[in-house]
DNA sequence: GGCGCATTAATTATGCAAAAATCTTGACGG
DNA sequence: CCGTCAAGATTTTTGCATAATTAATGCGCC
């Protein structure tokens, strides 16, 4: 179902492990015992250690003779990655992270956009154009309407025909499906359908500097509906305000 | 020494492996023997399928009862992966990726500048001043150069305070080791360092616009650079010029 | 006689346990 | 202070058993 792989016992064991760190119950400096972990998810050293090989290849751990195995500081993890972004997902909704997520969409979506208007072929356009169709459609259910949005935000950056642009779609499906956790009632964005349309008119029109425009104009929408419907500060790109970090010199 | 646990016998089996992988020795599609690459590596079972364990998880290759393990299509990979840019620069220069990853950091880097601007620390200056103190000595060697490159570009990033933003680092790595490795001659770089400079004091002053157009007035002058010492096409932000894709139906 | 379907069988990945080899680390002695 | 040595743990190896999936085969049906 995922990405790669994910069946069998193999999948699962990483997934947990994996969990288990990203929502903090093994935190980074933390060693961890495979022997414990083989008893208690009863499966060999082997699985175990595959498993650790495959969170180690993300950063998320580090395996050293006589020291054991340890979380690695969060600095060091591959936040990129599809699997840790969808397990990040897993724990408590971090506004923090979310924001993070929103700025990046923010930067990415607009510049794609505007390439896309460039570079689109009819068949990019054909995709945008099915994914609209199912997200304007009146009686479609809500997990319907996730993919769909999905889809064309997908097929968005595809027609950017940048083969790192369309990677990037891990972070769109990071902040889209977060944000359809925190709403989570299907039935109220049939605002949504003209802005994407504005979107798809101005890619199909050639014009980058409209399909950017609309595509921030998206966000926005999007954002201030968040913002509305999790009750916290108001206002389409209100950030944690001030400093993020610890002693900010910040002159103006 | 790479980002991961790189050591021992295990990490240098996947990075061999995915060196095929990426440079096209294992094609899409291809089928990969396990038996085989132990006999030819010299390894167990063991290590092979740990190995191939970690190229599932970033999307390299699937394993299925009764077909075999198999190269999966390149729109599949996980190409934001370090890993994989690291082994993509392993193989011939492919201008295309060349460009793409250009094209992408002009896009990340001006925007993190931006907000690198309002957020950086006297923490992140007092990085951003070390680096460039390096690049600006008349004796450094090559390498340091290099280095000292990318901790600005680094510092840089993470200046903006955006957790997802810092990750992007993986793509300005490559792209700036990709450069490097093309024009590979250390000492032809003196005038990059004024163009560094502006962009630190836009960020240390808090001028968002400012410290994005040195970012892209930066990126611009190595542009150049680049296209000079490869003999392509000439222009900063070249392209390859008309539709990447088949069929281009753009009527703008 | 050709076609569709369920059953069977073969092939491959996957999981497990135990033992050998290799390396790191810390201590001891020169 | 440096080199050697020993102890400990991890990594690697080996062999085998199990499970899952696909392809083929045989049957009944149109």
């Not at 769909?148 to 990071?174: P, Q, W």
């Not at 609309?214 to 419907?229: F, I, Y």
């Amino acid at each position: 179902m995922a990405a790669y792989s994910g069946r069998g016992l193999h999948g699962h064991i990483v997934e947990t492990i994996g969990g288990r760190i990203l929502d903090g119950t093994y935190a980074p400096g933390q060693t961890v015992h495979p022997d414990e972990l083989e008893r208690e998810l009863d499966v060999s050293k082997t699985v175990v250690r595959e498993a650790l090989r495959v969170l180690a290849s993300k950063g998320l751990v580090d395996s050293r003779p006589k020291r054991g195995t340890f979380v690695r500081p969060r600095s060091e993890w591959s936040l990129l990655d599809a699997s840790l972004l969808r397990w990040q997902r897993r724990g408590a909704p971090d506004r923090r992270f979310l924001a993070d997520l929103a700025e990046v969409r923010a930067i990415i979506e607009p510049a794609g956009a505007r390439l896309a208007a460039t570079r689109r072929t009819e068949a990019d356009l054909a995709a945008m154009r099915e994914a609209l169709a199912v997200l304007a459609e009146p009686g479609a259910d809500a997990s319907a309407v996730i993919e769909a949005d999905l889809r064309f935000h997908r097929a968005l950056l595809a027609a950017a025909h940048n083969e790192l642009m369309g990677r990037l779609e891990v972070v769109v499906e990071a902040g889209l499906r977060e944000r359809d956790r925190i709403v989570h009632s299907g039935e109220r964005w049939p605002d949504a359908v003209p802005a994407h349309r504005a979107v798809l008119d101005a890619v199909a029109a050639g014009d980058p500097a409209g399909a950017a425009a609309a595509v921030e104009s998206l966000l926005e929408q999007a954002s201030t509906d968040l913002a509305h419907a999790a009750g916290g500060e108001a206002g389409p790109h209100a950030r944690n305000s001030g400093a993020r970090n610890s002693g900010d010199s910040a002159a103006g």
